[in-house]
């Protein structure tokens, strides 16, 4: 026979068919009465004022509710956006835009000669003349040891100085540059701001306080002279500075003396010196020490003995001298009420000349 406590149809499938999994549930006596029971009236359910097991809302007008958990989430999101745009704009170590453009701004001054140019007495030594304090190529660039500035250490410094020097010896000293066009190796010194000026300055000379070629390095037209000797005599100095907090600034103030001849000359013809003084200011970010690359910002040329009449956009124009010396070219008149003539370009006379 079936168990008196089972149901007639029997267990429900599942079950165990008693109450033995129940039985540690007890509702007493005492829990029964305290149990609070509200039948609510027909007039309040329809009313739906009774409370609702919501949480608390919000209203935002048009908008709708949100709970007030997600209202304070949103706030702090917003409040910690605003912090980081703040501290990110007013950061002073955060890199700003990286300058471009036609940044460099050249000024060239011809030289005109005195008297007449007369040839190196020894064309063998041609520079016996010049007054003590020149020396052969690098050496006479004078690059001072690495000192800290205030927000730039010793170990950025001489590395700036390091790259100037590079840079000096590929755009004043170098062969290939002097006399052969080559351009690539001072090019790869200029920062990826200027490049662009650098280029247009190589593809389109001109004298327009921008776009002088010969404002980024000296060269001569191989067509006209050739190098008569193997050095270039030297003599300047360098100095540091800081631009801004972010900006170290190196200016560079050098002499260059070349023995030059006419191109296809044999050896034993007339030697001419010409002297070109480069006034060069250099400026480094961060970015630029760490890439070994610079931002010339301004350069001053002076160069001689030169016609006054004859652009120096290109190439450095010397008037060589002959056998028996070349009368000087006479210089132009400048009329100031003539605005198609440039107010920048400037002729001196070269001292000693």
């Known amino acids: 026979m079936g168990d008196p406590r089972e149901p007639p149809e029997g267990a429900p499938d599942g079950g165990s068919g008693n109450d033995d999994e129940y039985r540690s549930v007890v509702f ?39 709970p007030r958990q997600a209202l304070a989430l949103l706030m702090l999101i917003l409040v910690a956006f605003g912090a980081a745009v703040y501290f990110g704009v007013s950061s002073p170590n955060r890199q700003a835009a990286r300058p471009e453009g036609s940044q460099l701004t050249v000024s060239l001054v011809a030289l005109s000669p005195a008297s007449a140019v007369r040839p190196a007495a020894d064309p063998a030594n041609p520079f016996a003349g010049l007054p003590p304090g020149y020396s052969d190529g690098a050496i006479g660039l004078g690059t001072p040891a690495g000192t800290a500035t205030a927000h730039f250490s010793k170990v950025e410094v001489t590395k700036a100085l390091d790259t100037v020097q ?38 389109q000379p ?120 070349t009368p000087p070219p006479a210089p132009p008149a400048v009329d100031p009420g003539n605005h198609s003539r440039p107010a920048w370009q400037v002729c001196g006379v070269l001292a000693g000349g």
Request: hydrophobic content about 40%; charged content about 20%; overall charge negative.
């Open 166 to 203: 590079r840079y000096l010896v590929a755009s004043s000293l170098a062969p290939s540059t002097l006399m052969q066009g080559a351009t690539a190796e001072v090019r790869s010194f200029v920062t990826p701001g200027e490049q662009a000026q650098f280029d247009g300055s190589v593809t």
């Open 28 to 66: 007493d006596e005492s829990f029964v009465r305290a149990a609070r029971i509200q039948e609510l009236s027909a007039r309040e359910r329809l009313s739906g004022s009774f409370g609702r097991a919501t949480r608390p809302r919000v209203r935002l007008g048009p908008l709708g509710t949100v």
């Open 206 to 325: 001109v004298d327009d306080r921008h776009h002088a070629l010969t404002g980024w390095l000296v060269r001569f037209d191989p067509a006209q002279v050739a190098l008569a000797a193997d050095s270039v005599k030297v003599a300047g100095a360098m100095r540091i500075d800081e631009a801004d907090s972010g900006t170290l600034q190196i200016t560079t103030d050098h002499t260059f003396v070349y023995a030059l001849k006419p191109a296809g000359a044999p050896s034993g013809a007339p030697v001419t010196t010409e002297t070109v003084r480069r006034q060069l200011t250099f400026e480094f970010d961060r970015v630029d020490l760490a890439t070994a690359q610079l931002r010339l910002v301004d350069s001053v040329l002076q160069a001689g003995p030169a016609p006054c009449t004859v652009s120096m956009a290109g190439f450095l124009q010397p008037v060589l001298a002959g056998p028996d010396g």
